[in-house]
C-alpha cells in the first residue's frame, strides 16, 4: 500500500513584526519575551531599551519619541525586565529582611507599616520572619534571608546575640553590638510622664506591672519608673507590684494578675499598665470584680496601639511614634545599603502622653471592698 505524503508544516514567522517593517509576517514572540525580541521589533538596540525601561541615566538623550515606542511595545507584549539580571548587573537584590516576634502583635503592626511605607516609596522589597520568641530561630532566620540575597535587616524587639554581616537596624533592641543602629525610646522621659500626670490627678496609691523578662523595654521602663517614684515621693509597695509572664498579643496577657493585685488586699486607685493590651485586659478584670475604670481606678497604658483610642473607656496612654520609629528604621537602613559611612549607633525617640478616658483623680470612697 502506498503511503500517503504528509502535508508540509506551516511555518510560523518569529521575527520582527511586518506592520512597519516591510510586511514580513505577523509578530509572534516567545513567552516570556527577551529584550533582544523586543529589540528585533523594535530595530532598536538592547540597551537603548534597557535604558528607556529601567529610566537609567542617559535616558533624555533618546528622543520622545522612540522612548514611547519602547514603552508602547513592552507593554503590547509585556514585557518584564529580569529581575535577576539587573539584581546581578547592580549588585543587588531590592530586598531586606525584617524580624519580628509575631506578626499579629499591635506594636510591630505599627513599626512595619512605617517600614512598608518607605520601603515601597524606594522600591524596595521585603521579607518577613516571625520568630515567636525562639532562641534558634532567631540564630537561624538571618541566615535564611541572607540566602535569598537580603541587603540589610530590620529588627524588631529581637534578642539577636552577635553582629550580623549586613547592615541591621533594630527597633527595641535587646543589645548593642556593632554595625547595629538602635532606634531608642526616651524611657526616662515616658516614665516621667506616666507617673508625674498620675501624681498631679492626686494618685498616692499606685499598682504597677512589670513587663516580661524576655521583651527589650521592660527593665529600661522599670529602672525609669521607679527613679521618678522616687523624686516624686511615690511608696511603690511590693504587694501592689505584679509581673507579666505570658507570651501573649492579646488582652488575656493583663485580664489574670488583676486578681493577684486584688487579693494583696491593698487598696490602689492607679494602675500603670506595661502595654496597652495588657491594660485593656486588666480594665476588663477591674470590671469582672465589680470596679468601674476610671471611677474606682485609673488604668494608663503604654504605646497608643491602634485600638487604645477606641477601646471603652478610651485608654490614656504613653504614645510611641511606632510607624514613624518604622520608617526612621527603614530610611537609615537604605541609607547604610547605600554607602553612608557615617551612620548613628542610637537614635532616640520622644514618647507623648495621651490624656484620654481612663484616667481620673482619685476620691476617698474608691477600691472600698464590694
Known amino acids: 500500500m502506498a503511503q500517503r505524503k504528509k502535508a508540509p508544516a506551516k511555518k510560523v514567522t518569529q521575527g520582527p513584526d511586518v506592520s512597519g517593517n516591510g510586511g514580513k509576517g505577523e509578530f509572534l514572540p516567545p513567552r516570556p519575551i527577551s529584550l533582544r525580541t523586543l529589540g528585533d521589533y523594535l ?124 547592615p541591621v537596624v533594630a527597633v527595641a533592641a535587646h543589645r548593642s553590638f556593632p554595625g547595629v543602629t538602635r532606634i531608642v525610646l526616651d524611657h526616662a522621659r515616658a516614665a516621667d510622664l506616666t507617673l508625674r500626670h498620675l501624681y498631679q490627678l492626686g494618685h498616692r496609691q499606685i499598682a504597677f506591672m512589670r513587663g516580661q523578662t524576655f521583651s527589650s523595654d521592660s527593665d529600661d521602663r522599670w529602672t525609669s519608673l521607679m527613679k521618678v517614684a522616687k523624686d516624686l515621693g511615690i511608696e511603690v509597695q511590693p504587694e501592689l507590684v505584679v509581673q507579666l509572664e505570658e507570651n501573649l498579643s492579646s488582652p488575656e496577657l493583663g485580664y489574670p494578675v488583676i486578681g493577684k493585685l486584688l487579693a494583696a488586699r491593698r487598696p490602689f486607685t492607679a494602675l500603670v499598665s506595661y502595654n496597652d493590651i495588657a491594660a485593656i485586659g486588666a480594665i476588663r478584670a477591674l470590671r469582672d470584680h465589680g470596679f468601674r475604670v476610671p471611677e474606682d481606678v485609673s488604668v494608663i497604658g503604654f504605646d497608643d496601639i491602634q ?64
Open 307 to 370: 485600638g487604645a483610642a477606641y477601646h471603652t473607656p478610651s485608654l490614656t496612654t504613653i504614645r510611641q511614634p511606632l510607624s514613624s520609629m518604622g520608617h526612621r528604621a527603614a530610611r537609615i537602613l537604605l541609607e547604610r545599603i547605600r554607602g553612608m559611612k557615617d551612620y548613628p549607633e542610637e537614635v532616640p525617640i520622644v514618647p507623648e502622653l495621651i490624656v484620654r478616658e481612663s484616667t481620673l483623680p482619685p476620691n476617698p470612697t474608691r477600691m472600698k471592698k464590694k
Open 43 to 166: 530595530d532598536l538596540s538592547p540597551a537603548t531599551i534597557s535604558l528607556v525601561l529601567n529610566n537609567a541615566p542617559g535616558v533624555r538623550s533618546i528622543p520622545q519619541e522612540t522612548r514611547d515606542r519602547v514603552i508602547a511595545a513592552a507593554k503590547k507584549f509585556e514585557y518584564r525586565p529580569s529581575f535577576f539580571a539587573r539584581s546581578l548587573r547592580r549588585r543587588q537584590s531590592f530586598s531586606v529582611g525584617v524580624l519580628v516576634p509575631e506578626l499579629s502583635d499591635g506594636y510591630s503592626v505599627l513599626v512595619m507599616s512605617g517600614i512598608e511605607e518607605v520601603l515601597i516609596e524606594e522600591g524596595y522589597f521585603y521579607l518577613t520572619a516571625s520568630h515567636r520568641r525562639k532562641a534558634d530561630l532567631i540564630e537561624e532566620y538571618p541566615g535564611l534571608l541572607m540566602d535569598r540575597s537580603v541587603e540589610g535587616f530590620v529588627a524588631i524587639d529581637t534578642a539577636l546575640q552577635h553582629s550580623l554581616p549586613l
